[in-house]
């Protein structure tokens, strides 16, 4: 099981997207960073994504990793929950209407992990898949 503090630090990230309905396929290559807060931990990752034909351009996600009641709770920047990573299963599920995300994470091979995201929707349909190591 993931906890947070296995996860503070920085960690190398690389990220390959995969857009089934606009056919692009992108790569970030970056690194996240879980900082103590308040509550826990703030997750920044930033990086340079290429997608497609477009040019490169920088990015940055935030989110908030907090220890819950069964395991640990993800919530977007704002607060607004995200998904729970629950120590009896490695997935977990998040409705975005009209869009659903599912992720799946692999730890087997810590300190080195990945996770998964398959989404699908009237207008996505999309995997993104993001390995982590020290």
Do not use: N
Not at 20 to 46: C, F, N, S, Y
Request: proline share 7%.
């Amino acid at each position: 099981m993931i906890s947070l503090a296995a996860l503070e630090g920085v960690w190398r990230l690389e990220r390959q997207i995969e857009d089934r309905r606009a056919k692009l396929t992108g790569h970030l290559t970056g690194e996240a960073r879980w900082v103590p807060d308040r509550d826990g931990l703030l997750q920044i990752e930033t990086g340079l994504l290429h997608y497609g034909d477009a040019p490169p351009m920088q990015a940055e996600r935030r989110y908030l990793w907090r220890d819950g009641t069964h395991g640990l709770e993800v919530s977007f920047e704002d607060g607004c929950p995200f998904h729970k990573v629950d120590p009896t299963t490695p997935e977990a599920d998040h409705f975005c209407a009209p869009d659903s995300y599912r992720v799946r994470y692999e730890l087997a091979d810590w300190p080195r992990w990945s996770s998964r995201w398959r989404v699908t929707g009237p207008h996505k349909d999309a995997v993104i898949f993001s390995r982590y190591s020290r």
